[in-house]
């Protein structure tokens, strides 16, 4: 990847303020998520994050500012406009939200039955391939969400979040209430296809673990608006009292520790 390339702007978030009543969760919010990164997007409970992920894919309006995805400014946007802008993202939201009623394969296939000319036979051997793709068993296609583990719902959540081979995925909290084994091939597996698939990929998570396996960069929120971004170790350095703790904390001196055995062995 080029350096120009890396640096593409393709999330851009200004002065965004988002209000419940009379509680404000974001002030005078900027961001920006360039191409082809992994963006991890942390902070305390009630910061909000998942509102953040909602604002951007249009689920929350924003009292104010201005959001821009891939070009398209998501608030001001014509029905059509978004519509086109919808088939270049993907969303994975927490537990998978799969509908219950509809198989593995029927999950994934509901974003494809807006492309014209997609009939019933190519919307399944596509679908096959995002199961494959997510590590799901050939046979998890025929199975309802019911049958699955929490961590294959995680897993077919991410291929119906593929299916329209996106620029962009959101993940929500994609590792929350897995065992440590399945949430590291979980943090592998994202790492793998935003590579191999070239995707821009803006996940909430509180996981350091996955912070550390798969994150270029972290944008903390805090006091209201994206208090700091950069690298780990750039967030080490970060002189906040929330930001030191959480960085610095026993769980972040085993994530630490873990991740340089890795990359001793």
Known sequence: MTEA???EVVIRLRGIHNQFGRHVVHESLDLDVYRGEILG???????GKSVLLRSIVGLQTPRAGEIEVLGTHVRTASDAERRVLERRWGVMFQDGALFSSLNVRENIEVPMRAV???DAKLRHQIADLKISL???PYNAGDKFPSELSGGMRKRAG????LALDPEIVFLDEPTAGLDPIGAAAFDTLIRQLSRT??????????DLDTLH?????IAVLAERKVLVTGTMTEMLAVDHPWVHDYFHGPRARAATAET????DA
């Open 213 to 217: 396996a798969t994150c270029d960069r």
């Open 116 to 118: 014209k000319g997609l």
């Open 41 to 47: 997007v942390v902070g305390g409970s009630g910061t």
């Open 134 to 136: 997510s590590g799901l």
């Open 5 to 7: 390339a890396a640096r």
């Open 158 to 161: 991410f291929a119906r979040s």
């Open 197 to 206: 698939m070239g995707l821009t990929v803006f996940l909430v998570t509180h």
């Open 260 to 263: 340089q055995m890795k990359k």
